[in-house]
């Protein structure tokens, strides 16, 4: 899902009608190391602890999926 998110800013960011000033530039810096650092490297780099199967909780999935939408209908 982050993917999609990345690729489309980046268009974005490359075909703007400022895409070559330093303000675009440094802040389009700025957001793809953070997506990078979020998306890629920081859910690649979570390490299992030795005896268990996975890294996640099962017990966060529940109070995640059990808890109200915080969208105002």
């Not at 650092?37 to 890294?55: E, H, Q």
Request: hydrophobic share 50%; proline share 7%.
């Amino acid at each position: 899902m982050l993917t999609i998110g990345f690729v489309c800013a980046a268009f974005t960011i490359v075909s703007g009608d400022r895409a070559g000033e330093i303000t675009p530039l440094v802040l389009g810096f700025i957001w793809t190391m953070h997506y990078l650092n979020r998306g890629w490297f920081f859910p690649l780099s979570l390490r299992v602890v030795p005896g268990k199967k996975s890294t996640f909780s099962v017990a966060v999935l529940a109070a995640a999926c059990s808890s109200p939408p915080c969208t105002d209908t």
